[in-house]
C-alpha cells in the first residue's frame, strides 16, 4: 500500500482521536505564578517562527536560569539576544510575520511550558538592564506577547529518554569536523578544534 496523505482537519481526528476536555480547555492566556517560576528556572528555550510565505525556522536561545525570559507583565515576556552567528533568521521572520511558538525546558524535567504569541524586536528598553549577564546588555531582544500558555505532558521526553546519561550514545563526528566538512574545509582542522575548543565558552557573552 502507498502513502496515505491526510488532507483534512476530519481525517487527522480520525487518526489522532479528540483531546480530553481537560487537555482542551488547559490554553490560558496570561502568566500564572506557577509559570513565572517556570521560566525563572528556565535556562533553554526553542522559539519558532515563520515568514510570510510560511517557511519556517526553530532558533534555539540559552542564559542562566533567571536569565533568559524577562517578565515584563502577566502577558509579556522578553528573551535578550546574544552574540551568535548573525544569520538572524527568526528575527528577519518577525519582521514579516510576528506568530510565535515558544518551548522553555528545564534540564532533567520531562514536562515543557509552551507559549505562543506575537513578537516585536526591541534594540533598547528599560528593562535590558535587568537583562545584563556578565557584564553585557542585549543588544536586542524579542519582547512576546502572550496568546497561549500552557504546560505540556512528559510523553515526548521519556520516549526519547532525553535526561538519561546512559543513553547517551554520540555516534557523529565533532563540531570541528563538521565544520570543517560542511562549512569551512579550507580551514586547518586543528585550528578549528583550538577555535572550539576550552577557549570557545568565553565568547559567550
Not at 2 to 28: C, F, H, W, Y
Not at 157 to 178: A, G, H, K, M, Y
Not at 186 to 201: A, F, K, N, R, S
Amino acid at each position: 500500500m502507498g502513502e496515505q496523505q491526510i488532507t483534512s482537519v476530519d481525517e487527522l481526528v480520525a487518526v489522532v482521536g479528540v483531546p480530553l476536555p481537560r487537555v482542551a480547555n488547559k490554553v490560558r492566556p496570561k502568566l500564572h505564578q506557577l509559570d513565572r517560576e517556570w521560566l525563572a528556572a528556565s535556562a533553554f528555550c526553542l522559539v519558532a517562527t515563520a515568514d510570510e510565505n510560511g517557511a519556517c525556522d526553530v532558533s534555539p536561545k540559552g542564559d542562566p536560569p533567571g536569565q533568559l525570559a524577562y517578565v515584563i507583565d502577566d502577558s509579556t515576556i522578553a528573551l535578550a539576544e546574544r552574540p551568535g552567528n548573525r544569520r538572524a533568521d527568526g528575527y528577519k521572520n518577525v519582521l514579516a510575520n510576528p506568530h510565535v511558538g515558544l518551548i522553555f525546558l528545564i534540564p532533567g524535567r520531562g514536562d515543557t511550558l509552551r507559549i505562543n504569541g506575537r513578537a516585536r524586536l526591541v534594540c533598547d528598553a528599560p528593562f535590558f538592564d535587568d537583562m545584563i549577564v556578565k557584564g553585557h546588555r542585549p543588544i536586542l531582544a524579542l519582547v512576546v506577547e502572550i496568546e497561549e500558555i500552557f504546560h505540556h505532558c512528559a510523553k515526548a521526553f521519556l520516549r526519547s529518554q532525553l535526561w538519561r546519561p546512559e543513553t547517551w550514545l554520540d555516534p557523529v563526528p565533532s563540531r570541528p569536523v563538521i565544520v570543517k566538512t560542511l562549512e569551512r574545509p579550507d580551514e586547518p582542522l586543528d585550528e578549528l578544534t583550538t577555535y572550539y575548543g576550552d577557549q570557545y565558552p568565553k565568547h559567550l557573552y
